[in-house]
């Protein structure tokens, strides 16, 4: 039976690796919320690698790469998430509680702007 992969999954996955070879010190923790802003550096490197705005590389990267390192920005999110929140159905229920509690503002924002 092929299982889809899923965020949650991979996370639960990825949590379960880490925790054994890294177990969640407070210095570990550290790390892995560094980890988002090692993954965005790498997504703006792309983004000037697609747009071509290093003059000595010229266009250097894809919009695949660029949106595999949006990817891998969202997946140490998470992974930091589930870290701090304790496991990822604990960071799955943040992030719901995080979005519900903002999603009601979005309408009267979109209407603002349209103004």
């Not at 890294?22 to 919320?33: C, L, S, V």
């Not at 490197?45 to 266009?59: D, F, H, L, M, S």
């Amino acid at each position: 039976m092929n299982r889809q992969i899923t965020l949650t999954r991979h996370v639960a996955a990825l949590l379960s690796w880490l925790n054994t070879a890294n177990p969640p010190t407070e210095h570990e923790i550290a790390m892995r919320i560094m980890k988002i802003g090692e993954e965005f550096g790498e997504v703006v490197a792309a983004y000037i690698g697609v747009t071509g705005q290093n003059p000595r590389k010229g266009v250097s990267a894809t919009r695949a790469e660029l949106t595999g390192e949006l990817c891998d920005v969202i997946i140490a999110a998470m992974t930091a998430l589930a870290t701090v929140a304790g496991d990822v159905e604990q960071a799955d229920r943040v992030l719901h509680e995080h979005l519900t509690a903002r999603h009601p503002r979005l309408p009267a924002l979109v209407r603002a702007g349209a103004a």
